[in-house]
């Protein structure tokens, strides 16, 4: 049985040496999917809600949790993102899905920072619809995919 990567030789916590991995390219996409009411669902698509568009805060909210993702969880390394992207999609009737990509040319992956920053934008347009909808569920943060590093791609199928 391989020995957990997070414990030292000590048994304690300890964050993965990577410092003999090469840097090389490294990309990752993971989605939020966010089910709510007609009226919600309606407010944040024509950008009527009292707090403002809410699209426009949760890109800037992922975005911004991307590049904290060594901050908030607690082994993470710090990463030079050389890009973070959250878009949205439309799944009528009444759900938003939430993508971010994350890149990188480091010696270890971006598989948190996207999915810190799909997780962030999703809670940030619960937090800008709640007045209308505290019922809103976010359902399914998962990666989709990465590539780069030993361990190559994976996809999600």
Same mark, same amino acid.
């Given at each position: 049985?391989?020995?957990?990567?997070?414990?030292?030789?000590?048994?304690?916590?300890?964050?993965?040496?990577?410092?003999?991995?090469?840097?090389?390219?490294?990309?990752?996409?993971?989605?939020?999917?966010?089910?709510?009411?007609?009226?919600?669902?309606?407010?944040?698509?024509?950008?009527? +809600?009292?707090?403002?568009?809410?699209?426009?805060?949760?890109?800037?909210?992922?975005?911004?949790?991307?590049?904290?993702?060594?901050?908030?969880?607690?082994?993470?390394?710090?990463?030079? +993102?050389?890009?973070?992207?959250?878009?949205?999609?439309?799944?009528?009737?009444?759900?938003?899905?939430?993508?971010?990509?994350?890149?990188?040319?480091?010696?270890?992956?971006?598989?948190?920072?996207?999915?810190?920053?799909?997780?962030?934008?999703?809670?940030?347009?619960?937090?800008?619809?709640?007045?209308?909808?505290?019922?809103?569920?976010?359902?399914?943060?998962?990666?989709?995919?990465?590539?780069?590093?030993?361990?190559?791609?994976?996809?999600?199928?």
């Amino acid at each position: 049985m391989p020995k957990p990567s997070h414990l030292s030789s000590a048994g304690g916590v300890a964050m993965v040496d990577v410092s003999a991995k090469s840097a090389t390219r490294r990309i990752a996409r993971a989605e939020a999917v966010l089910h709510m009411s007609n009226a919600a669902f309606r407010a944040i698509r024509t950008a009527v +809600l009292r707090k403002g568009d809410a699209l426009v805060a949760a890109q800037v909210a992922g975005i911004t949790a991307a590049k904290r993702t060594d901050e908030l969880i607690p082994l993470a390394h710090s990463l030079p +993102l050389s890009s973070v992207r959250v878009s949205f999609e439309w799944k009528p009737p009444n759900a938003v899905r939430v993508e971010a990509e994350a890149k990188t040319t480091a010696q270890t992956g971006v598989e948190m920072e996207a999915l810190v920053a799909a997780s962030v934008a999703a809670l940030t347009i619960y937090d800008m619809t709640k007045s209308l909808d505290r019922g809103i569920v976010i359902e399914r943060i998962a990666l989709l995919e990465k590539s780069g590093g030993k361990s190559g791609k994976w996809r999600r199928s």
